[in-house]
């Protein structure tokens, strides 16, 4: 068992009906709030564990980073947008990730280009933990073929219990929880409480990229002394999936 917080394995975490497989054999099928649910993996997750509640952003103080990069933290949109080529970009960022023989963590969904992510990561022998607030598991939005499947009460622990998974970020398209995610990764960056490369994903879109106004912005804070040059160091944008982690996976702890 971890120490700060996390229950034991086995323990039923409100709609869970069991939290592994039955080593005496297999199951029918892994059962979420008591019905059967279809996954990317005959399997159920191999360990469900519960965070107690109070996970705080101290959480994040085992993985500061400044060393060699084993996992990647991805963060992504629960849809899967109007373009097939963002949910390719999920598919080529985890083909490049299980490249490299990285980790992922992500939001543990099932959904949008979370699911997408974690259905080709399974598909490729990653090894991917999901964090999940429970209020999800609650409605069917946890992924069930993954390894591991991380329950938290909150959505700030979410994000704190990620950070503590994880070496690096990369961002893929999303909305305003993607947005979310990256900017508390960059302040956390900035405040000192981790030092982690963080990668942004710009795909080209009609008109521009995907990311053009974001970015635009940024330099617009900075230009105006709102954004230090130094919080900028641990980020990159470009459009090559494959280059953004490559990139973070030859990542030494120089800036």
């Known amino acids: 068992m971890r120490k700060g917080g996390i229950g034991a394995v086995g323990r039923r975490v409100k709609g869970w009906e069991q939290s592994e497989r039955a080593s005496s054999g297999s199951r029918k099928g892994w059962r979420l709030g008591g019905?059967?649910?279809?996954?990317?993996?005959?399997?159920?997750?191999?360990?469900?564990?519960?965070?107690?509640?109070?996970?705080?952003?101290?959480?994040?103080?085992?993985?500061?980073?400044?060393?060699?990069?084993?996992?990647?933290?991805?963060?992504?949109?629960?849809?899967?947008?109007?373009?097939?080529?963002?949910?390719?970009?999920a598919r080529r960022a985890a083909r490049a990730i299980a490249g490299h023989g990285l980790r992922l963590v992500y939001g543990g969904g099932n959904v949008g280009l979370m699911g997408v992510l974690a259905d080709e990561a399974v598909r490729l022998g990653v090894h991917v933990t999901g964090v999940i607030p429970r209020s999800m598991v609650d409605v069917e939005l946890a992924h069930t073929g993954?390894?591991?499947?991380?329950?938290?009460?909150?959505?700030?622990?979410?994000?704190?219990?990620?950070?503590?998974?994880?070496?690096?970020?990369?961002?893929?398209?999303?909305?305003?929880?993607?947005?979310?995610?990256?900017?508390e990764a960059m302040t956390w960056n900035q405040l000192r409480l981790q030092r982690k490369p963080i990668a942004l994903v710009d795909l080209p879109v009609a008109g521009g990229s995907f990311y053009q106004g974001l970015l635009g912005f940024m330099r617009s804070a900075q230009e105006?002394?709102?954004?230090?040059?130094?919080?900028?160091?641990?980020?990159?944008?470009?459009?090559?999936?494959?280059?953004?982690?490559?990139?973070?996976?030859?990542?030494?702890?120089e800036a």
């Open 224 to 253: 105006g002394g709102f954004i230090l040059p130094a919080t900028l160091s641990l980020f990159r944008a470009g459009a090559s999936v494959e280059a953004l982690v490559d990139g973070l996976a030859a990542w030494d702890g």
């Open 35 to 89: 019905s059967e649910r279809p996954s990317a993996s005959p399997s159920p997750p191999k360990r469900v564990v519960r965070y107690a509640a109070g996970v705080s952003d101290e959480a994040n103080s085992k993985r500061r980073g400044g060393g060699r990069v084993r996992s990647v933290c991805v963060f992504c949109g629960a849809r899967a947008g109007t373009d097939p080529a963002y949910a390719e970009a």
């Open 146 to 183: 993954i390894e591991r499947l991380l329950v938290v009460e909150t959505m700030h622990e979410r994000k704190a219990v990620m950070a503590a998974e994880s070496d690096a970020v990369l961002v893929l398209p999303g909305g305003v929880g993607t947005l979310d995610e990256l900017f």
